[in-house]
DNA sequence: GCAAAAGTGTTGATCCTACACCCATGG
DNA sequence: CCATGGGTGTAGGATCAACACTTTTGC
C-alpha cells in the first residue's frame, strides 16, 4: 500500500461591508504557483493546531485583521486543485465589522487588499469557486441567522441595516415591514443617540443585543428575513 | 519548519429509515485503536482519488450498501481525536432507500449493522459527535428539501412520509394539513396503485416527481415543511 | 360488526405585502 | 425653501393551525 501523500491547508473568505458594497479580502502571491495572481488567505496546517487555530494564524501572519464570526464552509479535495502536490482544503467563512478592516500594511511583496465582490481579479487555484460557495452561505445565512450584525459597527443605524440586506440579497426591500419585522424580533437596542449622516433627517442608532438573542434561541424562537 | 505529518480521511454517516425508525450503519473495528468499538464507515483518502470517491469507496468495501443521496457534512481536524497520529476527517452525511439496505453478510471478524439512533453502542473516536451534527443537518434539511423521499422506497404510502416526518422532526404533525401541504407543492405524482397494509383501508401509493422539482426549484420555488 | 388505517374541508387567527405622506435637518 | 434621507399605519390577501367524521378494508 502506497503511503498518504497528501497536504492539508486551510483557506478563509473573508467578508467586510463598507459603502454598500461587499468586500472580500486577498492576498497576492508572491511565491509559486500562480505567483502574482489574488488568492484567499490561508496556508498549511501545523501538526499541533486546530484548523481554527491554523486560520487564525494565517489571517493573523497574512492580513493582521481581527475576525468576528468564523465557521467552516466547506473542504475541497479534488485531486489536482493544486497543481503541484495534492491538498486538500478546509475552507472557513469569516465576517468583520468596519472596526476592524484596517489590513496590514504592505511591507513589501506580500500585497493585502479589500476587493469588492463585484470586481474580482482573477484568482488563484479554485478560489473563485470557493468564494462563490461563500457568497451563497452568506446570502442564506442572512435570512436565518441574524449575521449582518456580524458586518456592521455596533452601533449603526437602520438604514445601514437595510441597505445591507438589499446589497447582499440583491434585491429591494419594503423598508416599513423590514423595520416592522426586525424591531418585531425585539433583538435590537435603540439607543438614545442620533446621528446626522450629512444631511437629511438625522437618524437613531442601534445595537444588535447579543443577551436577548442568546435567550429567545434557546426557546426555539426563529430568526427568519426575507 | 518541520513536515506536515497529518492523515487525511473520510466517515460517512448513512441513514436508512425502516419500521419508523432512523437507522445509521455502523462498523465494528477490528484493529486498534479502539478494537471492538462500533464506529462510521470511513477511512484515509487514496493519493489519486477524490474525497467523494473515496467515501463511495469505503462503504463499498466495508458495507456493500449503495447511496442514495450524499453531501458532504463537516470536517473534523481537532489534534488528538484519533490517539495514534493526527487524522483530519472529512465527514459525509449520506441516505439509503429501503431497497439499498441490505448490507455485506458478515464475512467474519468485520461486522456491520443498522442501529437505530435511539439504542447507539458506544463509539469509538468523536464518532457521536459526527453522528449528533449529522442527525440535526437530517433534521434541518428535511423542512427546507425533499430529502425524506431519498429515505423511503420509490413508490410509498402518504403515511409513510408523515410517519416519517414525525419520526425524525420528533413531534406531532397533523394529518390533514401535513397532506393539504404536500400535495399543493406539486411534486408528487400520485399513482393508481393501492396497497393494503394488513388492517385498515387499503392507500394510494405515490411516487416522487424529481424532474418536477427539479423545474420548480428553478424558478426560486421554496420547498417549506415544518 | 368492529377495529384499524385512509381520506377529506372549514374557519378564525396570523402573517405578509403593497403602498404614500410627513418630519427633521443642512445647505 | 428645497433636497435629502428618516420615520410611520393600514387594509386585503395568503397562509397556518386547529379541529372530527366518513370510508374501506381484514378479521
Redesign the interface.
Known amino acids: 500500500m ?1 503511503r ?5 491547508a486551510v483557506d478563509a473568505v473573508v467578508f467586510g461591508y463598507k459603502d454598500r458594497n461587499l468586500n472580500v479580502l486577498l492576498i497576492k502571491r508572491d511565491v509559486a504557483p500562480y505567483r502574482n495572481y489574488w488568492a484567499l488567505p490561508g496556508g ?8 481554527e487555530q491554523a486560520v487564525e494564524r494565517e489571517l493573523r501572519e497574512e492580513t493582521n485583521v481581527t475576525i468576528d464570526y468564523l465557521e ?1 464552509l ?2 475541497f ?3 489536482g486543485r493544486d497543481p503541484r502536490n ?1 491538498v ?1 482544503s ?1 475552507a472557513y467563512f469569516a465576517l468583520v465589522k468596519p472596526e476592524h478592516h484596517s489590513i496590514k500594511a504592505d511591507t513589501d511583496a506580500n500585497d493585502v487588499a479589500w476587493f469588492s465582490v463585484k470586481e474580482l481579479p482573477e484568482l488563484a487555484f479554485d478560489h473563485l469557486k470557493i468564494l462563490r460557495m461563500a457568497k451563497d452561505r452568506l446570502k442564506n445565512k442572512l435570512s436565518y441567522e441574524p449575521i449582518g450584525f456580524d458586518l456592521l459597527a455596533n452601533k449603526f443605524l437602520f438604514s445601514d441595516l437595510e441597505k445591507l440586506y438589499t446589497t447582499i440579497l440583491e434585491k429591494d426591500i419594503d423598508r416599513r415591514n423590514f423595520r416592522k419585522k426586525i424591531l418585531s424580533l425585539d433583538i435590537l437596542e435603540e439607543l438614545d443617540e442620533k446621528v446626522s449622516e450629512g444631511r437629511g433627517r438625522p437618524a437613531n442608532l442601534f445595537k444588535f443585543n447579543q443577551k436577548q438573542y442568546a435567550k429567545l434561541k434557546k426557546d426555539n424562537f426563529l430568526f427568519d428575513i426575507k
Open positions: 502506497v498518504q501523500n497528501i497536504k492539508i498549511l496546517v501545523l501538526n499541533e493546531e486546530s484548523l467552516q466547506y473542504s479535495g479534488e485531486p495534492r486538500v478546509v
